[in-house]
C-alpha cells in the first residue's frame, strides 16, 4: 500500500494528513482513506458543507464536537444543510468518505434514518466498533491502520445487504450527470412509480432522488469555486442563472459562495509539505 503524507507547521497550528487508496478489490466501494492529526494554539471550529457521501470518522483522539454535542467515532448520513464541527485544539483520527450504496451495504440499515443526521459509530454497530477503534489506535503507522481497515471494510461488505438493481442504477445516472437527470427519466428507466423509486432510494442512499441531485450540483459548484466566474459555474453545474445558485448556498452551505471560498479547510493549506 502506498500512503502519501503531508505536514504542515506554523506557529498556529501543526498538521499530518495521510492518504492511501483501499485495497484494488475495494475499488469503487470507497473513497481515499485520509489519516489525520492536528494541534491547534486554541480550539476551532469548521463549517462542514453537505457532499454526495455518508462519512466515516474513526477517532483515535479526543472527541470531536458536531453541531453541539461531543462524538468520539461517528457516522454522519446525507445532509441538506451546513454541519459544524469543533475540536479543543487536538484532532486525531481516520476519515472515509463512503458512497451512499457502500454505507449501506456496510451498515445495514436503512440510511434514511441517518439523513441530515449524526449518530455515533457505537450505537450503530456495538461492540464490534469499539474494538476496531482501538485495534487501530494500537498500531503504529498509517500503512498497518488502513490495512487493517481493507480487511474489516471488504468483510463487512461481503455480508452487508444488496442494493436494489434499480436503485444503483438511478444513484449511478445522477452520480454520472452530476445531478443534471429529471426524476421522470429515472422513474421511466426503473419502470417503478415515482413514489416506490423516491421511498427505496431514500432508504439505501439516504435522500430522495431530487434532494440527492440538489447535493450532487451543490457538490459540484463547490469543486469549481476558485477556478471559475460564479456564473460560469451556475451554468455548468445546471443551476437556472446565479441568483439560484447563490439560493443553493444560502440552503446547503449557510453563506455565499464567496464566503466558503476563503474558508480554507486545514489539509489544504498551500504551505504544505510532502513527506
Known amino acids: 500500500m502506498t500512503v502519501r503524507v503531508v505536514r504542515h507547521s506554523s506557529p498556529e497550528r ?16 470507497f473513497g481515499a482513506y485520509h489519516g489525520y492529526r492536528e494541534t491547534t494554539v486554541r480550539p476551532e471550529e469548521r463549517r462542514e458543507v453537505p ?16 453541531s453541539g454535542r461531543p462524538y468520539a467515532s461517528f457516522v454522519a448520513g446525507l445532509h441538506g444543510r451546513p454541519v459544524y464541527t469543533e475540536h479543543p485544539g487536538r484532532q486525531y483520527g481516520i476519515q472515509v468518505d ?35 477503534v482501538a485495534r487501530l489506535a494500537g498500531i503504529p503507522d498509517w500503512a498497518g491502520r488502513f490495512a487493517l481497515l481493507d480487511r474489516v ?21 445522477l452520480s454520472r450527470t452530476g445531478g443534471r437527470i429529471g426524476v421522470a427519466e429515472l422513474t421511466a428507466g426503473t419502470g417503478w412509480s415515482h413514489r416506490h423509486l423516491a421511498t427505496r432510494f431514500r432508504q439505501q442512499v439516504g435522500l430522495s432522488p431530487k434532494a440527492y441531485a440538489r447535493v ?4 459540484r459548484a463547490v469543486a469549481l469555486l476558485p477556478t471559475r466566474p460564479l456564473a460560469q459555474v451556475a451554468d455548468v453545474c445546471g443551476y437556472f442563472d446565479q441568483a439560484h445558485l447563490n439560493r443553493d ?11 466558503l471560498l476563503g474558508e480554507v479547510n486545514f489539509f489544504q493549506d498551500p504551505a504544505a509539505v510532502a513527506a
Open 14 to 29: 501543526e498538521w499530518e494528513l495521510a492518504t492511501a487508496a483501499p485495497h484494488p478489490a475495494l475499488a469503487g466501494h
Open 249 to 259: 448556498f444560502r440552503d446547503l452551505a449557510g453563506c455565499t459562495p464567496t464566503t
Open 51 to 66: 457532499h454526495a457521501a455518508i462519512t466515516l470518522i474513526l477517532n483515535l483522539g479526543e472527541p470531536l464536537v458536531v
Open 216 to 219: 450532487l450540483r451543490f457538490q
Open 153 to 173: 471494510l471488504a468483510g463487512r461488505m461481503d455480508r452487508g445487504p444488496r442494493p436494489a438493481p434499480e436503485v444503483g442504477w438511478a444513484w449511478r445516472q
Open 98 to 132: 463512503l458512497p451512499p450504496l457502500t454505507a449501506y451495504a456496510l451498515l445495514g440499515q436503512p440510511l434514511d434514518e441517518l439523513g441530515n443526521a449524526v449518530v455515533g459509530l457505537d450505537d450503530l454497530l456495538g461492540h464490534p466498533a469499539t474494538r476496531l
